[in-house]
């Protein structure tokens, strides 16, 4: 049987939809567009439109990217963020939101909060001036509070400093060829003038805490692959500016060899947020975790899925690298181990065989010519977020179509 836009659904598929119908619906955000719960709730709607009688359960998610302390949050019962005045990534102030359980003394943060590319007009980004400073102030509030585990989504950053502004705001200091004290915010353009690194100083009471990294990549931080190569392009840095970044985390990286004994390349994931990861591993003593399966660990997902009949998940554009161990992928090993089908949905798709020979079943492209049609209205408001959600709206109501009727 074929979806409106030329997809198959497999015959098993059917089958098992005909038994029951509960759909667990779990779309990461798509990015600068719709949140989790936004993007997910579209499609649930058109679903529920077509089918009344499904049992259609919306499931917010992330996997280290913007969200995941939100996500993180709810599913310990919180209900209400904290608000702090921290550094902004280009030295403005601005109000982060964060959490914080009293009964488990762990502190939610995305470092987007802070530090994110969101927070930055189009025309003026640039990593090569963009500090993490907020981020790190946001552990130290965290830390004021009397937190025994930090727990932080290092996705969607506005910089490529190392984490050297974070450092920086929890007591670790920078000298340069001068050997004189680096004053102002660490920032990406800073790293290639760094000679020595000094932690004596570093907030005491991290020792005592559990500062959990939550990445949605395994980068490394410099060389092919790096930080700087594949991240400060889509921060606004040019061909140039990659070349002094990369250089400036590549002698960030010697000397915290040197000093230190660990060589960051050899840590997936110390790429992530700028190399942030990889300078609050060797410096403030973080653990560096993958987000996915931690994130849907501690929403159980997998009971989620008991008596389910399929799960539809999502993103912004799905291709190969969705199979590296993205949400999405990490969505889909659950559904194949429970042997519930996993739909994908995205609005930009490549490599859609290897998509479907992975287990995805549908994959349903929502720019299609088909689902841009059925998702037209007169005088409806024209933003990207609004333009997306109609076309999820729509791919919910033709998937429903065919589950209900099929």
Same mark, same amino acid.
């Given at each position: ?26 779309? =990461? ?267 849907? =660990? ?83 408001? =024209? ?24």
């Amino acid at each position: 049987m074929k979806f409106a836009n030329g997809v198959c659904f497999t015959r098993h598929f059917f089958l098992f939809l005909r038994v029951m119908r509960k759909i667990i619906v779990a779309f =990461d955000s798509m990015k600068g567009c719709l949140s989790s719960r936004d993007a997910s709730a579209a499609f649930a709607q058109g679903v529920r439109n077509v089918d009344s009688e499904a049992q259609v359960l919306v499931v917010p998610v992330a996997d280290g990217g913007e969200g995941t302390a939100r996500v993180l949050a709810e599913a310990a019962g919180l209900t209400a963020p904290l608000y702090s005045s921290v550094c902004g990534p280009m030295g403005d102030e601005v109000y982060a939101e964060w959490w914080f359980d009293d009964n488990s003394r762990t502190a939610y943060i995305d470092m987007a909060q802070a530090s994110g590319l969101t927070l930055v007009d189009k025309s003026g980004r640039n990593p090569l001036c963009a500090t993490s400073h907020g981020f790190g102030e946001l552990i130290a509030k965290a830390l004021d509070r009397g937190a025994s585990s930090i727990v932080v989504g290092l996705g969607g950053s506005a910089t490529v400093d190392g984490g050297s502004g974070a450092c920086q705001a929890l007591g670790v200091r920078f000298f340069d060829k001068g050997n004189t004290l680096i004053r102002s915010y660490m920032d990406g353009s800073r790293l290639s003038s760094v000679t020595d690194i000094d932690v004596s100083r570093l907030d005491s009471r991290l020792r005592d805490v559990c500062l959990t990294l939550v990445c949605d990549v395994v980068n490394r931080l410099t060389g092919v692959g790096g930080a700087a190569e594949v991240f400060a392009p889509q921060k606004g840095a040019s061909a140039d500016d990659v070349t002094l970044l990369d250089n400036g985390l590549e002698n960030f990286r010697n000397l915290i060899f040197r000093k230190f004994g660990v060589d960051l390349n050899c840590i997936p994931g110390s790429g992530a947020a700028g190399g942030c990861a990889g300078g609050l591993m060797a410096l403030a003593g973080g653990v560096i975790r993958e987000g996915a399966p931690l994130v849907l =660990d501690a929403l159980h997902f997998g009971s989620l899925l008991e008596g389910a009949s399929a799960v539809v998940t999502g993103e912004g554009a799905s291709d190969s690298q969705t199979l590296m161990g993205k949400l999405p992928c990490a969505i889909l090993r659950f559904g194949l181990k429970a042997h519930v089908p996993v739909a994908l949905v995205a609005g930009v798709i490549k490599d859609r065989e290897r998509l479907e020979k992975a287990g995805f079943s549908p994959v349903i492209h929502i720019n299609s010519p088909e689902i841009i049609a059925a998702s037209h209205t007169s005088g409806g408001i =024209d933003t990207d977020a609004a333009i997306a959600a109609r076309r999820l709206q729509a791919a919910g109501k033709e998937f429903a179509r065919y589950v209900k009727f099929h």
